[in-house]
């Protein structure tokens, strides 16, 4: 059997659109099973019902016509179990329900297997018998483990098809949604854009080729290159290999021949697909196909075909990715986008952002919310490549995407948008009051920030600091380490701007989501790997260099605080205080004029949080990092979409620990404040606040709405609410709680991110 499925599953990923598959899947099951009849029922959402879309054995008449309610028939029984059903008598079953269209009044053996994609049911898979009998167990496995298989297939065909504007059974479609995360608050409509990391064949978009002739002529180019790469490679080693060894390089100039992989992508291109597309579409076939033969040397060609077509890749990229034009205004669509990515495209033609993974709390999400950019993070079954240059809508509030939207969705939405406008200028008019609620409790918010330019904006919004500045962004966005010079350019502007008011710089934090293109870390779980802190001990030559950097750029204005990330022991902190005091006393020794910065620890990791008179002995502040503490507490990778629903800011352990940090540094007379996403929350800010958190530190497009809220409830309300939610259960109590406290506040419009 496992034969079979192996090559079934082969014969379905070389079939060229959803129906073609679905004649594989019912032909060979058929012939597997030796049944009369296999059918494929497909769920067409617009219908809520169950289509007939493939059959062997039933009248062919029926299919695309016929169809089942969602809870209707063996087939809605199915599908509402989620689980098989195996029946010899299947006429005399309650839940039967006879078909005349598909003349199926002879089969009384009825087996069913639900085809299920990420907890949902997208059809039922069926054989049936003329012959009463109970499919036996092996049976019942093969149908199950094929349906596994097949639904990944399935639903990205469904997609692929909603894309257009059709549905299973070719009904018109308009409004197709596909769900995601919520990753930065906000709405856009706009002409999405798919952008993919270089020389990845898996990730390159459909795209229509203007000019064939073009097109082809560019294509053969690029091939030539690579048969003199190929074949310059063969000449060089010619010397270390016997000449068995070298016919390898030989095979490679025949798949890269006219007569093989070239007249097949010619082929593509000729149809109207772009060379970068159809030499994809022709790749991946074959490695699809190889891949799947059980000859060990046949299945290692795979990799010699991804290896080939990913070098004529890097050649037609070479030229057309430098000749990308951004729309005016632009949705950025990628299975993973990376901040590389993000700064590729002008800020003012940038109107959101869609990612196939992540999510609300991975670092991409984070800097769109600082960018104040809707984004949909998680979004593991939209497929990216076919929205290029199709208009899009985005929910970013609900993590919803949007294609083939109708006259009335749009001017929904555009509403929506008008309404954003309008909230920023009604914010606009508080940002020089200071945060303080109705009984006279004054908060201070500062800002995270991490672009250069945000320094600029914090103060223009009413910052009263900054307490988070990334220095990894300025890392990202090079394609070398800075040198010291180059760090004391970014970080001079950046406390000059906000003089007096205090810049808090967190030491370099890569690992994780944040990889630098040029540091590559591999690890199977860089969360709990090799990161933050951990980075900088091991290379204290990057870290004294970064702080040096810091504390020359503070030369005259003494307002730079230098925070350590991921700290998890107090070794770290002696070794990193060592090199800080080693750095101030080179400076000294140069000449230079400067006073020593105070220096903090982030709590990201729940062991620290028992550290805490330990630390105030040794350092000046702490400031709460909830991202990372959340993510550890919970036992929840925030970048997984997956699972991102798991991770809760309201999620009462999580408050309890927070509340016991702010107990704990408060005994102790050790400044604490929070700088992670938790803060730029206005629900969660009144919570902090109740705490006894005074510092709030938040991504700048957040200051707004929090402190809003803040001016309108009261610090002794905030306390009674603190009480109640570190009492509750669950975060769905403690949301509740806060929504009603929100709504009689007169506020609720304010945080409103669920829209009708």
Request: hydrophobic letters at 45%; charged letters at 25%; a negative charge.
């Amino acid at each position: 059997m496992l034969d079979t499925l192996r090559s079934i599953i082969q014969e379905v990923n070389g079939a060229k659109d959803l129906n073609a598959s679905l004649d594989i899947i019912t032909r060979r099951v058929q012939r597997a099973l030796q049944t009369k009849v296999c059918s494929v029922y497909l769920l067409d959402k617009n219908l809520d019902r169950y289509v007939l879309m493939a059959s062997i054995g039933l009248d062919q008449a029926a299919v695309g016509k016929v169809s089942l309610g969602a809870e209707e028939g063996l087939v809605g029984l199915v599908a509402r179990r989620a689980e098989p059903v195996n029946l010899d008598n299947a006429s005399i079953h309650p839940n039967y329900v006879y078909l005349p269209e598909t003349r199926e009044e002879q089969f009384e053996s009825f087996l069913g297997v639900p085809v299920i994609h990420h907890q949902q049911v997208l059809g039922v898979l069926v054989v049936q018998q003329v012959e009463k009998r109970i499919f036996d167990s092996e049976e019942e496995a093969f149908m199950i483990t094929l349906s596994a298989q097949l639904a990944g297939l399935i639903a990205n065909a469904e997609a692929r098809g909603a894309i257009t504007g059709f549905s299973p059974s070719g009904i018109k479609t308009s409004d197709v949604s596909f769900d995601g995360l919520a990753g930065a608050p906000g709405v856009a409509i706009a002409e999405a854009v798919a952008v993919f990391p270089p020389a990845d064949l898996s990730a390159i978009p459909k795209r229509e080729c203007k000019d064939i002739k073009a097109e082809i002529r560019f294509f053969k180019d690029c091939l030539d290159q690579v048969r003199i790469d190929i074949s310059e490679l063969k000449m060089k080693i010619k010397g270390q290999l016997r000449p068995e060894e070298r016919e390898l390089f030989d095979a490679y100039l025949h798949m890269l021949s006219d007569q093989a992989l070239g007249n097949e992508v010619v082929a593509r291109i000729q149809e109207g697909n772009w060379a970068q597309g159809a030499l994809a579409s022709v790749a991946m076939s074959h490695v699809n196909n190889l891949e799947m033969i059980d000859d060990d040397y046949l299945r290692e060609r795979a990799t010699d075909i991804k290896d080939l077509c990913g070098r004529v890749l890097f050649y037609l990229q070479d030229k057309q990715q430098n000749e990308r034009v951004f729309p005016e205004r632009c949705i950025l669509v990628c299975e993973e986008l990376s901040a590389a990515m993000l700064a590729e495209v002008p800020k003012e033609n940038l109107a959101g952002i869609v990612s196939a993974k992540g999510s609300g709390h991975s670092h991409v999400a984070i800097l769109a919310r600082g960018m104040g950019i809707p984004a949909v993070m998680g979004a593991i079954d939209i497929p990216f490549s076919e929205f290029d240059g199709k208009e899009l809508i985005i929910d970013g509030y609900n993590g919803i995407v949007y294609s083939n939207p109708s006259d009335e969705l749009r001017n929904r939405f555009q509403e929506i948008v008008n309404e954003q406008v309008q909230l920023s200028e009604e914010l606009e008019t508080i940002k020089d009051l200071p945060a303080e609620t109705i009984d006279k409790r004054r908060i201070h918010l500062w800002v995270n920030t991490g672009l250069i330019t945000d320094a600029a904006t914090a103060n223009q919004r009413g910052a009263e600091g900054i307490g988070l500045f990334r220095t990894e962004v300025p890392f990202l966005l090079r394609e070398h380490f800075p040198t010291e010079r180059e760090q004391t350019d970014i970080y001079r502007p950046q406390l000059e701007a906000l003089h007096p008011k205090p810049v808090t710089m967190r030491t370099l934090d890569i690992g994780g989501d944040k990889a630098l293109p040029y540091f590559t870390i591999k690890e199977e779980n860089p969360f709990m790997g090799w990161r933050g802190i951990r980075v900088s001990m091991d290379h204290p030559e990057l870290f004294i260099s970064q702080v040096r950097a810091m504390m020359k750029a503070s030369q005259g204005l003494d307002n730079l605080h230098i925070m350590l990330p991921m700290v998890s022991n107090m070794r770290q902190v002696d070794y990193a205080l060592h090199l800080i005091d080693r750095g101030y006393a080179e400076l000294l020794e140069e000449g230079l004029n400067i006073s020593k910065p105070d220096v903090g620890v982030m709590v990201e990791v729940p062991a620290i949080t028992y550290q805490i008179e330990a630390l105030a002995s040794r350092i000046n502040f702490i400031s709460v990092g909830t991202n990372d503490l959340i993510q550890y507490l919970l036992a929840v990778d925030r970048n997984n979409p997956r699972v991102a629903n798991l991770f809760s800011t309201y999620h009462p352990p999580v408050l309890q620990v927070l509340n016991d940090i702010a107990e704990r540094a408060e005994k102790v007379n050790l400044r604490y404040s929070v700088c992670g996403e938790m803060a730029g929350d206005p629900g969660a800010a009144i919570l902090l606040m109740a705490m006894g958190y005074r510092v709030l530190s938040m991504n700048i497009n957040a200051l707004g709405r929090v402190k809003a809220v803040i001016r309108n409830v009261s610090f002794e309300q905030s306390k009674i609410l603190l009480a109640k939610a570190l009492l509750a259960e669950d975060s769905e109590a403690v949301k509740s709680m806060i929504d009603l406290e929100l709504y009689n506040a007169g506020v609720e419009r304010l945080l409103r991110t669920a829209r009708g």
